[in-house]
Nanobody, 125 residues
Framework: QVQLVESGGGLVQAGGSLRLSCLAS????????MGWFRQAPGKEREIVAG????????YYADSMKGRFTISRDNAKGTVTLQMNSLKPEDTAVYYC??????????????????WGQGTQVTVSS
């Protein structure tokens, strides 16, 4: 089992940047594919980005490509989401998630075993 705690959310103006971090504790962090998801009010939770166990492979949802960067530090047990050029439509609760079942990066919510509590990101226009 792994416990996940997100941090770094907040309020930012459109065009600004935020850096989200997720700290994992428990079982070996490098055993998990990691993902960042988000959920806006009235909408379904959706994938933002994912990263393989080694960090060599990443995935981004189309609307995040070129603006967001996911990275991980297996020694520290952290996964980070650097978000640049933020837009009002990026406003959501952002969640860190861990998948210990497969090697590939999954984009479906139900493929992930463990979730953090979420951190709010609000982008003002």
């Amino acid at each position: 089992q792994v416990q996940l705690v997100e941090s770094g959310g907040g309020l930012v103006q459109a065009g600004g940047s935020l850096r989200l971090s997720c700290l994992a504790s428990g079982r070996t962090f490098s055993s998990y594919t990691m993902g960042w998801f988000r959920q806006a009010p009235g909408k379904e939770r959706e994938i933002v980005a994912g990263i393989s166990r080694t960090g060599r492979t990443t995935y981004y949802a189309d609307s995040m490509k070129g603006r967001f960067t996911i990275s991980r530090d297996n020694a520290k047990g952290t996964v980070t989401l650097q978000m640049n050029s933020l837009k009002p439509e990026d406003t959501a609760v952002y969640y860190c998630a861990a998948d210990g079942s497969t090697l590939r990066i999954e984009i479906r919510v139900d493929r992930y075993d463990y979730w953090g509590q979420g951190t709010q990101v609000t982008v003002s226009s």
